[in-house]
């Protein structure tokens, strides 16, 4: 082994001693690995993207060759963690162990994925409730709109017919004060003619005394 490559080799162990210590022992299946992976790539291409083209100071600092023997570090750190996974899984008694985590871990997501049903069922049955109590309130609305507009006509038929009484009392009041000023021309005329009758009565009387004499 040349000293170049032994020198990469001592880069990409450093890497996967770093990363277990920052992650511990990373088993998952091989999907999970192909999303890890792929990002470092995408870090690896960006360097040399930054290193080759001019797009400004603040990217530029993204590149050069420091920045892409870090990335390929990463993407070769990555791909050696995923071999000794796949090589841990071929041994068979941790081949079960890692499937029994992995069937955990879909449990656990089913789980959160069921109790996510539950509680978007329940804010449906919750919205459907709010909109029935809402039907409700709007035909109740809608039926003490409908009241009070027969409560206005009513009132308003109400009105006319006080305007009709009131005028009816007012002839009333008319015609009754007519009737007594005739009883007081009457009782007048009366009066008068009781004063005439008496008048009449006392010169009879005087005219018969003459006429006994």
């Known amino acids: 082994m040349n000293d170049t490559r032994l020198e ?3 880069l990409v162990d450093n890497e996967r001693n770093r990363e277990n210590a ?4 990373q088993n998952h299946p091989p999907q999970f690995w192909v999303g890890i992976l792929g990002e470092e790539f995408g870090e690896y291409c960006q360097a040399v993207n930054e290193t080759v083209f001019d797009n400004g100071e603040s990217e ?3 590149g050069g060759t420091d920045n892409i ?3 390929l ?3 070769a750190a990555v791909a050696v963690s995923h071999i000794e996974c796949l090589l841990r899984q071929k041994g068979g008694k941790d081949k079960w162990i890692r499937y029994h985590e992995w069937a955990e871990s879909i449990s656990e997501i089913e789980a959160e994925r069921d109790e996510a049903n539950n509680y978007a069922q329940e804010n449906e049955d919750y919205a ?3 909109e029935s109590e809402r039907d409700e309130w709007k035909a109740k609305f809608e ?3 409908r009241m009070f507009i027969a409560a206005d006509d009513a009132a308003s038929r109400f009105e006319e017919k006080c305007k009709i009484l009131t005028a009816e009392r007012d002839r009333m009041r008319e015609a009754l004060k007519s009737i007594k000023d005739w009883l007081h ?3 007048s005329a009366e009066s008068v003619f009781t004063v005439a009758d008496g008048s009449a009565r006392e010169g009879l009387g005087k005219v018969s005394d003459k006429e006994r004499r």
């Open 143 to 145: 039926q003490a709109d």
């Open 185 to 187: 021309i009457y009782l």
């Open 8 to 10: 990469a080799m001592i």
């Open 22 to 25: 920052k992650w511990g022992e």
């Open 69 to 71: 023997i870090l990335e």
């Open 60 to 62: 530029r600092a993204k």
């Open 73 to 75: 570090t990463h993407v």
């Open 128 to 130: 459907l409730k709010v």
